[in-house]
C-alpha cells in the first residue's frame, strides 16, 4: 500500500510539475511573434510526452517481474 502512495505521490507532483513547466514555456514563445506555433506544439509535446511517461510507470508498476522483485525482498528464501 505504501508504494501505492508513494506512486500518487510522484504522479502529483511530477504532473503539476509539467503541467506550470509547459505552461511558461507556452507563454514565454505565445509573446515572441511569429513562435506562436511552436508555442502550441510545445504545450502539447510536454504534455502527451509526460502522460506517455506516467502511463508506462503504471504498466511497470503492475508488471509480473516488478512484483516477484518486490516479493523476493519480503519473503527471503
Excluded: H, N
Excluded at 509535446?45 to 511517461?53: E, K, R, V, Y
Amino acid at each position: 500500500m505504501i508504494e501505492a502512495d508513494l506512486f500518487y505521490l510522484f504522479g502529483f507532483f511530477y504532473s503539476a510539475f509539467v503541467c506550470l513547466t509547459s505552461m511558461s514555456m507556452f507563454w514565454w514563445l505565445e509573446r515572441k511573434p511569429g513562435w506562436e506555433w511552436a508555442a502550441d506544439f510545445v504545450a502539447i509535446a510536454w504534455i502527451g510526452l509526460s502522460m506517455s511517461f506516467l502511463a508506462w510507470l503504471k504498466v511497470w508498476m503492475v508488471s509480473f517481474s516488478f512484483v516477484l522483485t518486490q516479493l523476493d525482498t519480503l519473503i527471503p528464501f
